[in-house]
């Protein structure tokens, strides 16, 4: 049998409608500068992915981040290695990452976690917002 590597599901391709956003929300008083678009609130709201983005916010204060202007997020499930069914947190600088925080296992509504594999934002001038509003 040949090894085929299965591709990635992942959870922005269900959220392509959102292009641009005509509103920004602030995410919590904890992090009161920064902001999310109509995309991200939605995603964050009805799958319960704040946590994700209180762990992207919460590193903004370290210097090697704050350095970064434009930032690539993602949530990404591990399915190989030691880790295999765990999750984990990755800030990228272009390909490579720079950040990386795992997670033993994650809940979210529904069971959502189940549906995909891979999550991305970005984070640029204080606002959270999907690869699709940019």
């Known amino acids: 049998m040949e090894n085929v590597k299965q591709e990635r599901r992942s959870l922005n391709d269900e959220f392509l409608g959102f292009r641009g956003s005509e509103n920004y929300y602030r995410h919590s008083n904890l992090f009161s500068k920064f902001f999310l678009t109509d995309g ?3 995603i964050a709201d009805k799958i319960g992915l704040c946590w994700f983005l209180d762990t992207v916010l919460s590193y903004q ?21 030691e880790n295999a069914g765990q999750w984990k947190v990755v800030m990228y600088l272009d ?10 296992s994650i809940s979210l509504t529904d069971d959502y976690e189940e549906n995909f594999d891979v999550f991305k934002i970005y984070l640029a001038d204080n606002v959270l917002f999907l690869p699709s509003e940019n």
């Open 61 to 81: 204060g370290e210097r090697v981040v704050k350095a970064i202007k434009f930032q690539i997020w993602t949530l990404e499930r591990i399915t190989e290695g």
């Open 40 to 42: 991200v609130k939605h």
């Open 95 to 104: 390909k490579t990452p720079v950040i990386k925080q795992l997670f033993s």
